[in-house]
């Protein structure tokens, strides 16, 4: 399937990153490296309590320190209710959020913002602001949430989108395909169990930051750290009740997001402050209060069980998930959906079925997080397949080959269930699974590995985890560009498309030279200003390459006929038989010209025109990468230390636009994934305050702990995707959790259930089971 | 109060508060290169060098650098004369979104400064204090052994060109 690429000039290549030399040199410009005369530093007073009213707030000994510009609470802010969620519109999030509320709902929840002259009297002041809190009981758990006489957490009138606010449950969604029941009450074997996951945080290393300021014709500039430009406009606009068109959003370079950015958390706040004080403000989430109050994964409990017959086919898969989507319901529905959408159409079985539930807690808000319910799902799934395996006494890897699905296929799921709703038919057009099984299983040693014998205090043991994703949101994720010419026959490429350090700008720029016939160099890539580039959605639910280079490659094409055209009045020839190389037009009797005098005719002399091409895309369907990751683990069996020795991810996702760039998206997800899968974990006390909000106490692996993780890129082609690609950001972040367990099952022959597999939790499994 | 430093080579008298960090004062004086992160000296995204040593410039007070000489990653190499460790970070990928780069890049320096012919372990100790959340430091590691390669190639030929001069 793969098609030839060596006859691409600019795809397929790795050439240095159109913004690498700013970052290398730390001349890069974030949102935080500009100081603008005049402005004024915000910071937010947050809640200590995790369920309270506010019975009363004293501002007035903050409001008289010097200094101090403006404080806000929910006495003199707007009361608009909506989703913090950057999702398109409508969003499919409840709006059950205010600026400010006379209700907190978790410690961390916004009480008072601060404005002043500097960061010093911003500190004092906050310091200063009295609050009377009358204590309502806080649920923790989400399997009390839904209890009879459980506190309700949204008791205001005014929120909408709520599956039903009186039981806290923001979000619930079913879906079966065939009789789940019958067919497992009838299978020879079955399989089954409850897996746990934790509170995680993103952690990008730039946190949260926002610099907003009026311009000179009384418009408010927006400089964010955002996934999520354009949808930050409309949520700012509805949260300040002023129209899109007084609002300009800038993405300067961004240090990470994961998903955590894809939220509008200090946008609002620092907009109205401008709006009011007509002066610039700066706020800045401290690394607490990243951990605290901005956003986390749904940790979850996916309750799923598989029947089979003894010929090991798969007869049902029944997938039952609790989400904790924690004070507020941001992506709730959604994420909870993708547990089972991004999962369950990996392999056919007639009776599939899918129940969930995302419930309220007096806990942090979770969001979106790379993966996007995938993480948690595949959990489940990859853990049971391998049991499965066991109790037909066959290869996992033989299991997972009969049953995946393949090329020419349509999973009935992926029509059932989709994001949020019913999905979409979805034709699977490239998959190279096998290909990642039999390249990832050669390289970690599989079958030598596999069988060896297990003894002694160190114990070694491999495991392995199939995956699928998604290459964005059919119909709904659109993506435009506009290409303009040069007269020195370079291009301007004006994008919507978000780069958040994944390589956007170099992949969507490697899409329009290739198309143009140029060299990436002459492509000046400008990006995600709602001002001067077209609209994008932004970037997530890997759609970036898929969806924004879609349009770029439209873009591409509509500037390349009017070159074209041009150069047929030049050397008098049909467009059509013109042929592009390295920015020159050669006509079929040999006659030339090239780009700077194609585009210096149309500027400057005949037929006169700016040369330059636009392009929107969406897709109907959204091609699942595929990867298959492999685990080879040491326990050891007095301490319950697990070491992850070797991990080998292989991963096809279509056409590598930039091979180095999709293999570092690659081992980022994997390292991100170790880390959830061992030690990342949000812990707190039984008030619901969070113990661990540092990088000091929260445990993110450093470079010590990832000699072990290797990428191998296993190339398809992709029909749907500019250049036979498809999307690779978030998959990989779904294999360690399961890879690892299994690998600990091959060593020790114990299961684990919930994350993060510490060596307390190990050793306990390993107590339980009477291994030690 | 009054503090002389050298920064990327340049020696100036500045004034300073008592109470100012070193990455505040850096920033204040348009070097950017050192981040921000956590401000508790866990992640190493404000990390440049003092006195030839990686320093986590957010838990130094500027005032404590009297008569120091301070290398940030401007300091290193320019956009048009980089540093062979910021070519190799470019030629490998190793830089995705960027904010930890300049101190995983100083790290670097730092580490081939003392040790022009690392290996692996040595490496990932020398990175350790610099916390990224993009790469998994694949990369990153990979970018440092090339600039080892990188800045040996250059050594012997300088070597040569003098032998023959």
């Known amino acids: 399937m793969a098609r030839d690429n060596n006859k691409t000039q600019v795809v397929g290549h790795s050439p240095r990153k159109v913004d690498g030399v700013g970052l290398v040199t730390g001349t890069a410009q974030y949102v935080d490296d500009i100081k603008i005369q005049g402005m004024l530093y915000a910071g937010i007073l947050t809640s200590p309590h995790a369920h309270a009213r506010i019975k009363e707030i004293d501002i007035s000994a903050a409001e008289k320190l010097p200094g101090v510009m403006m404080i806000l609470t929910y006495q003199n802010t707007p009361r608009v209710p909506h989703t913090t969620a950057g999702q398109g519109f409508p969003e499919p999030s409840p709006y059950d959020s205010y600026m400010f509320d006379s209700k907190v709902r978790y410690v961390g929840d916004r009480v008072a913002c601060v404005a002043a002259e500097s960061e010093t009297a911003c500190r004092h002041a906050l310091k200063k602001i009295k609050v009377e809190y009358e204590l309502l009981p806080a649920i923790l758990d989400p399997r009390k949430s839904v209890e009879e006489n459980a506190p309700v957490i949204h008791d205001e009138k005014d929120s909408s989108g709520i599956h039903d606010a009186s039981r806290n449950i923001a979000a619930h969604y079913e879906a079966e395909l065939g009789a789940v029941d019958k067919a497992l009450s009838k299978s020879d074997i079955k399989v089954e169990g409850e897996f746990r996951v934790q509170y995680a945080q993103h952690c990008p290393i730039e946190p949260h930051v926002t610099i907003s300021y009026l311009d000179d014709r009384n418009r408010i500039v927006i400089r964010t750290s955002t996934q999520v430009p354009f949808h930050c406009r409309r949520i700012v606009a509805q949260c300040l009740q002023i129209p899109e068109q007084k609002i300009r959003v800038i993405k300067p370079r961004i240090g990470g997001a994961f998903g955590a950015k894809q939220e509008i958390l200090l946008e609002d706040l620092c907009a109205y402050i401008t709006l009011k004080t007509r002066r610039p403000v700066r706020i800045k989430y401290s690394r607490k209060e990243e951990f605290i109050s901005s956003r986390t994964r749904h940790p979850m409990i996916v309750k799923m069980k598989i029947g089979a017959n003894k010929d090991g086919s798969l007869q049902a898969m029944d997938q039952d998930v609790l989400s904790n989507t924690g004070a507020y319901g941001s992506h709730s529905l959604t994420v909870l959906t993708n547990v089972g959408s991004k999962t369950l159409p990996l392999y056919w079985c007639d009776n599939i079925r899918f129940r969930g539930s995302a419930v309220y807690t007096n806990m942090p808000v979770a969001g979106a997080y790379r993966g996007y319910g995938g993480t948690q799902g595949s959990y489940a799934l990859q853990v049971l397949m391998d049991e499965l395996a066991e109790k037909l006494k066959i290869d996992v890897l033989d299991l997972q080959r009969k049953w995946h699905i393949r090329l020419g296929q349509t999973h009935p799921m992926s029509a059932a269930l989709g994001e949020g709703k019913e999905g979409h038919e979805n034709p699977i057009h490239s998959c190279g699974l096998d290909a990642c099984m039999e390249l990832g299983a050669e390289a970690i040693g599989w079958k030598e590995k596999r069988n060896q014998a297990k003894k002694g205090r160190f114990r070694r043991g491999v495991g392995m985890a199939a995956l699928m994703q998604g290459s964005g949101i059919p119909n709904i994720d659109m993506g435009a560009a506009r290409i303009k010419m040069n007269e020195d026959g370079s291009f301007h490429l004006f994008m919507g498309a978000t780069d958040l350090g994944t390589g956007s700008d170099t992949i969507l720029a490697q899409i329009a030279a290739e198309t143009l016939g140029v060299p990436v160099e002459k492509i000046l890539v400008y990006s995600s200003d709602t001002d001067m580039t077209p609209f994008d959605v932004g970037a997530y639910a890997s759609s970036t390459t898929y969806i924004s280079g879609g349009a770029v490659h439209k873009a591409a094409l509509d500037c390349r006929t009017k070159i074209l055209q041009v150069a047929g009045e030049i050397l008098g020839g049909d467009p059509a038989s013109l042929k592009v190389e390295n920015g020159v037009v050669t006509a079929a009797n040999g006659k030339k010209t090239s780009y700077d005098k194609i585009c210096q005719r149309a500027l400057y002399s005949r037929n006169q025109f700016q040369i330059e091409g636009i392009g929107s895309h969406t897709s109907p369907v959204s091609p699942p990468p595929f990867a298959s990751h492999f685990a080879e683990v040491e326990v050891d069996m007095e301490t319950g230390k697990l070491r992850v020795l070797d991990y080998v991810a292989a991963c096809d996702c279509g056409v590598a636009i930039h091979p180095k760039m999709a293999e570092g998206q690659v081992e980022g997800s994997v390292a991100n994934g170790i880390g959830y899968a061992l030690s990342e974990s949000l812990y707190f006390d039984e008030h619901g305050r969070c113990l661990n909000p540092s990088f000091f106490d929260y445990k993110i692996l450093t470079s010590l702990e990832t000699g072990c993780i290797r990428a191998i890129l296993v190339p398809t082609y992709e029909p749907n995707g500019p250049y036979g690609a498809k999307s690779v950001a978030e998959i990989n972040i779904n294999g360690p959790i399961p890879a690892i367990a299994n690998a600990v099952y091959n060593a020790c022959g114990i299961r684990l259930y919930q994350t993060p597999f510490t060596p307390e939790s190990v050793w306990r499994s390993l107590k339980e089971a009477g291994k030690i | ?165």
């Not at chain 2, 002389?4 to 505040?24: D, F, R, S, W």
């Open chain 2, 1 to 165: 109060m009054k503090l002389k430093l050298q920064i990327n080579g340049i020696t100036k008298t500045y004034e300073v508060a008592p109470h100012v960090t070193l990455l505040n004062f850096l920033r204040s004086q348009g070097y950017h290169g050192p981040k921000s992160g956590c401000g508790n000296g866990d992640c190493g995204a404000c990390e440049i060098l003092l006195n030839g040593k990686p320093v986590n410039s957010c838990l130094v007070l500027a005032a404590h650098c009297e008569g120091g000489s301070i290398l940030t990653i401007e300091g290193l190499g320019n956009p048009d004369n980089l540093h062979p460790v910021q070519e190799a970070f470019l030629e490998v990928a190793a830089a995705q979104c960027g904010y930890c780069t300049p101190g995983l890049i100083l790290s670097a320096y730092a580490l081939l400064m003392e040790n022009p012919e690392p290996e692996e372990s040595e490496i990932r100790e020398a990175l350790a204090g610099n916390l990224c959340r993009c790469t998994g430091y694949v990369k990153p590691v990979e970018a440092v052994q090339k600039a080892a390669q990188m800045m040996k190639k250059k050594a012997v030929s300088r070597k040569e060109t003098e032998s023959i001069g």
